[in-house]
């Protein structure tokens, strides 16, 4: 289920990233992992995560994911292991909100990109998604909330 989609401006945000280029098949198994990478990481450099794990997808293909799976800093991170200093950028972008489990998410884009076609509305080539709720917040999968943002071309 998708909320009613929205222009909205985001401002460039700080933070800490991991960037992952993986077969489609496998995210459902590495994304876990480096979830704890990197709040492992931040946690070992005193530094705070504000907010909600992202994906920001760099490069679209329908077999290989390359994002930056990253959140939201307090104060700068320092590059340990796979973890670097990062940002999520400012952009002008159509953002809606998916409600239920991450397998919906797939469908989700897709009737988000339909929306937005047809509506005249340009897409950029990234994207990215904000786990708002998700199985840090809840157990059930149908109240779990996916904010999906789409930069608009200028």
Do not use: C
């Amino acid at each position: 289920m998708l909320d009613t989609p929205q222009i909205t401006q985001t401002a460039a945000e700080p933070a800490a990233v991991i960037r992952l280029t993986i077969p489609r098949s496998e995210m459902m198994t590495k994304f876990g992992p480096a979830v704890a990478e990197l709040f492992s990481a931040l946690a070992s450099q005193g530094v705070r995560p504000i907010g909600a794990v992202f994906a920001h997808h760099l490069a679209m293909s329908p077999g290989v994911f390359d994002f930056e799976l990253g959140v939201v800093v307090t104060a700068p991170v320092k590059e340990s292991g796979r973890v670097k200093p990062g940002l999520l950028p400012a952009a002008r972008v159509m953002r809606t909100i998916h409600t239920g489990p991450y397998e919906g998410l797939p469908a989700a884009w897709g009737e988000f990109d339909k929306w937005m076609k047809a509506n005249g509305h340009a897409q950029a080539e990234n994207l990215w998604e904000v786990y708002s709720v998700g199985p840090q917040s809840s157990p059930d999968q149908s109240t779990w909330r996916t904010e999906l943002n789409r930069p608009l071309k200028s």
